[in-house]
């Protein structure tokens, strides 16, 4: 932990005007924080879970990403070859 950058920004902020206090704090509530994102991630997971009525995915996303490499070598290859 920087003690020094924390003891800094405090007094930097007791600096300011209460109007540019005032502005810092909209600005902070404002930008999004990882617990909104996570909430939003959980949303997102409960409805898919509802919509796919509880059925797992599936699809074997092992087995998609072997397929995608063995496409990208046949590529690669077809490359290789016709220069």
Do not use: C
């Not at 209460?18 to 509530?29: A, D, H, M, S, T």
């Not at 404002?30 to 995915?57: C, M, V």
């Amino acid at each position: 932990m920087n003690i020094q950058l924390v003891e800094s920004l405090v007094n930097a902020i007791k600096s300011l005007s209460l109007e540019e206090q005032e502005l810092l704090g909209k600005k902070l509530k404002d930008h999004p924080s990882w617990e909104i994102a996570l909430e939003r991630i959980d949303a997102t997971r409960k409805a898919i879970y509802e919509r796919r009525q509880g059925n797992p995915f599936e699809t074997d996303v092992t087995e998609i990403i072997h397929q995608m490499r063995e496409e990208r070598d046949r590529q690669f290859m077809e490359e290789i070859v016709s220069e």
